[in-house]
């Protein structure tokens, strides 16, 4: 508990505080790296739980039902028994795109059309202009090979697909997703903290170029090192003011604005020693 107070104690002398960032020289460049490294991983849990939060909220309203209600054709039982397809509706029977994903780039007319007809040519199969088509011993799917793609039901012995059985798959399939979610979430916190850690990292080398300026306009002399080590720290505030951006719906400062905040920060804070509580 005591070294977490102090690390969030680092973080407010990181905005202002002259003493700790007179200080800062005579720490290793190793506690600066983990303090960025901490300040990343804060920064990364912050985004992650806020896009979760937005995700769930949205998702909330979502019901698989509604959909299914609204999409899936009334009273359409498609059974294959034996790797023999059937349907109970007159065929063909065409399911048609909606109009909003019709498109010039999209060539298709109908999502899917099932015609099990024993009399059924090449030619009516082609004229349907469907992402897929459902035949008596066949599935023609819509791809980038010529001739598409081509799925046998030799394999299928016994499967029923009604409206039942298709609001079953989707609720398992909700529910999956719910399981996966949670190492998708920690994954995607790791992912942004070694990318923020990173980029600060590399960014930092020309940070210290900067430091090593405001300090000459403030008569503070610096070594590079040492003035790596400061802006490792002064980098801290821009990553907390970059995550509260995004609570805000504003994807990325301005990398001139990231800039500013830094070199205000460094200059606030560099110059003659002053006893300020940390």
Known sequence: MKSLNAFFADIKSSFYNPAFYSGIPTKNTGNAV?????????????????????????????????VIAKN????????VKDGKASVNQPEPFIIPLEEDMKDTENPYENFLVIDTRPEATVEELNSYNAFAVLTKERVFLASDEKDGRVIPLT????????????????????????VIAIPLVLLAIVLITVFSLVFHLVASLIGAV??????????TKLEYQD????????????????TIAMFFSIPNLPMFLDTLLFVVIVFANLGPKKDTLA
């Open 210 to 219: 900067l430091v090593i300026a405001v300090g000459m306009i403030r008569k």
């Open 155 to 178: 394999s299928v012995k016994d499967l029923t697909v009604d409206k039942t059985a298709v609001s079953g798959w989707a609720e398992s399939l909700l529910n999956l997703l719910w």
């Open 72 to 79: 899936y054709p009334e009273n359409l039982v498609v059974t």
């Open 34 to 66: 983990v303090f960025l490294l901490g300040v990343s991983a804060l920064s990364a849990f912050a985004l992650v739980i806020y896009i979760s939060i937005l995700g769930i909220t949205a998702f909330s309203s979502f019901s698989v039902d509604d």
């Open 227 to 242: 003035a790596y080590k400061i802006a490792l720290f002064a980098s801290a505030p821009v990553i907390i003011m970059q």
